[in-house]
């Protein structure tokens, strides 16, 4: 079974203040996925990262995916309160020929306040 | 709104119940998943489907059964389930079955079973 662990898995902080979400796996994956799901939605990418090393920026929002690509982190700068709500990473990996599926991590449940 | 609905939102039903879970999208995609959602597990991959063709069952009890009429429609059919089975229950779609294609979930259905 491939995990992927988050951490932390609760945090709660205050409007402007800067985080960082770690997603770790001790598998290789094909790529990274995060995704933000909301209370009573389903959750919605974010960012995709497929090569090892490479840096994505959305906004104040910072992916990097690790060298080996068993790991990834998510930055967030001055968040704010509209980032409230729980991040999933999801790793992908070949399942026959080009189909492929997502592993989910545990999952950070992200609370920002005024 | 992400262009895939799922009904009901909620289901309250016994154990010797049956009823059936609903999904549509409405994206022009080929690919259709299931997902359960539990409060202390991260995101578990019960069922795929390509072109209405099981691609994947993740040894999932014989008490859920899906459906895949056409490439717009999924269901899962729920018979004799137990209290543990209560959980968010996903459905989500995607272009391919190829990595890195973003998956769009709908809002879910939160099963309870008495």
């Known amino acids: 079974t491939q995990l992927l662990e988050q951490s932390p898995q609760f945090l709660s902080i205050q409007e402007g203040e800067n985080l960082t979400v770690y997603c770790n796996s001790s598998s290789v994956f094909s790529s990274l996925q995060w995704y933000r799901q909301e209370p009573g939605e389903g959750p919605v990418l974010l960012v995709t990262?497929?090569?090892?090393?490479e840096v994505k920026k959305l906004k104040r929002l910072t992916f990097q995916f690790g060298d080996a690509r068993k790991d990834s982190s998510l930055h967030i700068t001055a968040a704010q309160p509209g980032d409230t709500g729980l991040y999933l990473c999801?790793?992908?990996?070949?399942?026959?020929?080009?189909?492929?599926?997502?592993?989910f991590g545990t999952g950070t449940r992200l609370q920002v306040t005024l | 709104e992400t262009g895939v609905t799922q009904t009901p939102r909620h289901l309250v039903m016994g154990m010797t119940n049956k009823k059936s879970l609903k999904c549509e999208q409405h994206?022009?995609?080929?690919?259709m998943y299931w997902y359960k959602q539990s409060a202390k597990k991260p995101l578990e991959l019960m069922f795929v489907?390509?072109?209405?063709?099981?691609?994947e069952n993740n040894s999932v009890p014989s008490r859920f059964s899906p459906e895949c009429p056409n490439s717009s429609h999924l269901f899962l059919h729920l018979h004799t389930l137990q209290p543990e089975d209560s959980a968010l229950y996903l459905c989500a779609s995607s272009q391919d079955l190829n990595l890195g294609y973003e998956q769009y979930f709908g809002p879910g259905t939160r099963l309870t079973v008495t």
């Open positions: 489907y390509s072109l209405e063709e099981r691609v």
């Open positions: 999801a790793g992908g990996r070949l399942i026959t020929g080009t189909a492929s599926k997502l592993t």
């Open positions: 990262v497929v090569t090892g090393g």
């Open positions: 994206l022009g995609h080929n690919a």
